[in-house]
């Protein structure tokens, strides 16, 4: 029986270490990854070059609070309806992508892009410059039901981007349905990032038998063949495919509220999922290239010397995080996470 397991340091290609009072203790759950594409949609969001400088400098003072660690964010540009090609020269030295979260999609996204057709001449820059455009796939017309509203964004709204310019690099985020795995499949120039909670969860799992908010994320978790589909993704040999893991932290104020927030919080026990479903799939020896190298090469950066090792042993505790702003509850992805990444920080003796 396999109980370690040695692959090169993971990177994360879609990460929300948030801001304020809780920035330190979400930046250290993530300590485990080389790098993580750092999601934009603050408060207000990171919409200009010195909004993104001066992030990315308050992420670092978190990072220098554990001795030892190494993380790179790789900073993003939140798109709004005013952004201009002007603004992507200026962020291009600073950002590794630009996010379009379509106005109303998901959390901190109102501030997103109403008219994406008039967004054309920001993403032609973009793709002259190699810019990664990484994209929220939901459309946010009400009348889509939740649980079509990716599928529905494919035709009506990535299609197009993808006819209008050609040469633009695009990262479907958080795919959640087969429909999405199979459009990834047939398009040049594009992947897609899956989550460790939607490769284990489906939507019995956020309702039947009780209504579980810690499970509630968006795009919202969809029936247990889109799940399938995504696994047989992750594990698989398409290299367009890796891992961003979504961590979308809240306090549990706002997650239990009677309008409780989208968001998992899965950073610190993300390998652990991951090892433990890659091992029931017979797939470990896939798990270095979903979590470690074929994202740094979509985005054109070498995969890290370094290693991590995952060793096998007693459950994990899932006790919450304490914050200044209060506790954060960690996912729990219903099974006891027995593999865990030696000498975690993230973890923090559990
Ligand atoms: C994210 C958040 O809370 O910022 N929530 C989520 O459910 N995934 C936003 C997002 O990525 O959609
Ligand atoms: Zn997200």
């Known amino acids: 029986m396999t109980d370690t397991l040695t692959i090169r340091r993971p990177d994360d290609y879609h990460l929300h270490l948030?801001?304020?009072?809780?920035l330190a203790a979400v930046t250290k759950g993530s300590l485990d990854f080389g790098r993580a594409i750092i999601m934009p949609n603050l408060v207000p969001p990171?919409?200009?070059?010195?909004?993104?400088?001066?992030?990315?400098?308050?992420?670092?003072d978190a990072v220098s609070l554990t001795p030892g660690a190494s993380f790179e964010p790789l900073m993003t540009l939140y798109l709004t309806d005013d952004t201009t090609p002007a603004t992507i020269d200026a962020a291009a030295e600073v950002c590794t992508a630009a996010k379009l979260y379509p106005a109303h999609a998901t959390t901190n996204s109102a501030s997103g892009v109403n008219d994406i057709?008039?967004?054309t001449p920001v993403l032609e820059r973009m793709a002259e410059r190699g810019m990664v455009l990484c994209i929220h796939g939901e459309v946010t017309d009400h009348s889509v039901d939740i649980f079509d509203r990716e599928a529905v964004f494919l035709e009506r709204v990535l299609a197009p981007i993808r006819s209008r310019v050609p040469g633009l690099k695009i990262v479907l985020e958080h795919v959640s349905t087969r429909a999405a795995v199979a459009f990834v499949k047939e398009a040049p120039n594009m992947a897609a990032t899956i989550t460790a909670h939607h490769l284990v969860i489906d939507r019995n799992d956020l309702l039947a038998g009780g209504?579980?908010?810690?499970?509630?994320?968006?795009p919202?978790?969809?029936?247990?063949?889109?799940?399938?589909?995504?696994?047989?993704?992750?594990?698989?040999?398409?290299?367009?495919?890796?891992?961003?893991?979504d961590s979308a932290p809240h306090t549990d104020m706002k997650k239990l509220g009677c309008c409780g927030a989208a968001g998992c919080f899965t950073?610190?026990?993300?390998?652990?999922?991951?090892?433990?479903l890659f091992e029931n799939k017979g797939r470990l020896g896939t798990l270095e290239a979903f979590a470690?190298?074929?994202?740094?090469?979509?985005?054109?950066?070498a995969p890290h010397d370094d290693t991590i090792t995952l060793v096998k042993g007693d459950p994990v505790a899932l006790e919450p995080i304490a914050t200044p702003d209060g506790p954060i509850t960690l996912f729990n992805p219903g099974f006891p996470i027995t593999w865990r990444v030696e000498n975690s920080p993230a973890l923090d003796g559990r």
């Open 18 to 22: 948030r801001d304020g009072a809780i």
């Open 292 to 301: 470690s190298t074929r994202g740094a090469a979509f985005y054109g950066l």
């Open 267 to 276: 950073a610190p026990v993300a390998m652990g999922i991951l090892a433990h």
């Open 211 to 218: 209504i579980r908010p810690h499970n509630y994320c968006l």
């Open 220 to 245: 919202i978790v969809k029936r247990r063949e889109d799940r399938e589909a995504l696994v047989a993704a992750a594990t698989g040999d398409d290299d367009r495919f890796f891992f961003g893991s």
């Open 46 to 60: 990171v919409v200009d070059a010195a909004m993104v400088r001066a992030y990315r400098a308050r992420i670092m």
């Open 117 to 119: 057709d008039a967004l």
